[in-house]
Nanobody, 124 residues
Framework: EVQLQASGGGLVQAGGSVRLSCAAS????????IGWFRQAPGKEREGVSC????????YYADSVKGRFTISTDNANNTAYLQMNSLKPEDTAVYYC?????????????????RGQGTQVTVSS
């Protein structure tokens, strides 16, 4: 059973930083994509970032480019999202997701497996 455990959310002031972690287990995908999407109250889901593990291709929403960085520890099947220069509009529940079809990175929330969300709140 594929399981994703997201952690690292919390309350941070605008301009601050947070690092989210997503520990994945229960799969033996040789090639996969792993990423993050977010959901804020009253807003549509938004794909935030994703990475194709085999070739390192990364994807970022325009709203986070230059501020967020996705990375992976492949040996431990863990993905990280380093979020810098946070803004109040980054406030949302962040979900990690994984799929053995890396091209699904273009629509992260469509990935086959997703974890529970972690709340990130950015105060102004």
């Amino acid at each position: 059973e594929v399981q994703l455990q997201a952690s690292g959310g919390g309350l941070v002031q605008a301009g601050g930083s947070v690092r989210l972690s997503c520990a994945a287990s229960g799969f033996t995908f040789v090639d996969y994509g792993i990423g993050w999407f977010r959901q804020a109250p009253g807003k549509e889901r938004e794909g935030v970032s994703c990475i194709s593990v085999s070739d390192g291709r990364t994807y970022y929403a325009d709203s986070v480019k230059g501020r967020f960085t996705i990375s992976t520890d492949n040996a431990n099947n863990t993905a990280y999202l380093q979020m810098n220069s946070l803004k109040p509009e980054d406030t949302a529940v962040y979900y990690c997701a994984v799929d053995n079809i890396p091209d699904k990175c273009v629509v992260v929330w469509s990935m086959s497996y997703r974890g529970q969300g972690t709340q990130v709140t950015v105060s102004s």
